[in-house]
């Protein structure tokens, strides 16, 4: 019952975030695809997002990728959607 609320948790704060993000006049990035990609369909096979899976996407992540603001905006959302601690990112990039 806890894992459920903390998917349906994950999941709301996600698509929130994906919506907030995203940007009718521009077509998404690679690294947003990927990165959207790669979460939705965790969430979608009704997994939690935890943090060993996390920062194994993003060592998939091309290191081209962090330099774009979009990106990193989406980034930033992933970490409070599956509650990162922003030292323990910081870490690992």
Do not use: W
């Not at 994950?10 to 907030?20: A, S």
């Amino acid at each position: 019952r806890q894992q459920h609320r903390l998917l349906v948790d994950q999941v709301d704060v996600f698509t929130t975030f994906l919506r907030k993000t995203a940007d009718a006049s521009r077509a998404p990035t690679k690294g947003e695809i990927f990165l959207s990609g790669c979460f939705c369909h965790v969430l979608a096979g009704g997994c939690v997002v935890d943090s060993v899976y996390f920062f194994r996407v993003l060592h998939k992540l091309p290191g081209d990728e962090f330099c774009e603001a979009c990106v990193v905006n989406l980034l930033a959302a992933c970490c409070m959607a599956f509650s990162i601690a922003i030292p323990e990112y910081k870490a690992h990039v």
